[in-house]
Nanobody, 115 residues
Framework: QVQLVESGGGLVQPGGSLRLSCAAS????????MSWYRQAPGKERELVAD???????NYADSVKGRFTISRDNAKNTVFLQMNSLKAEDTAVYYC?????????WGQGTQVTVSS
């Protein structure tokens, strides 16, 4: 079955960096678009970035120039490098794949940006 496991979250000061990872299994990872979403307290879940099998990327305006999504198809892993973090980046970050007419989500990893 499809499994997505995020890691790499934590507490970081404003201006700092974190690298999130999402390890995937149970499907042909290299054939699917992979996405990162986030959900802040009291807000709806929003798309942060996604990456096609060929490596084409798309970013939310709020993270352009600061975040970079990448993938390693040999390791079935998608990454989110987050630089110049701001307090408003505080959220639970999830990875997602849309496969066979349904969405699959990981359990999420908490990112807190605070001094």
């Amino acid at each position: 079955q499809v499994q997505l496991v995020e890691s790499g979250g934590g507490l970081v000061q404003p201006g700092g960096s974190l690298r999130l990872s999402c390890a995937a299994s149970g499907f042909t990872f290299s054939a699917y678009v992979m996405s990162w979403y986030r959900q802040a307290p009291g807000k709806e879940r929003e798309l942060v970035a996604d990456i096609t099998p060929g490596g084409r990327t798309n970013y939310a305006d709020s993270v352009k120039g600061r975040f970079t999504i990448s993938r390693d198809n040999a390791k079935n892993t998608v990454f989110l490098q987050m630089n110049s973090l701001k307090a408003e980046d505080t959220a639970v970050y999830y990875c997602k794949v849309y496969r066979s007419l349904r969405e699959y989500w990981g359990q999420g990893t908490q990112v807190t940006v605070s001094s």
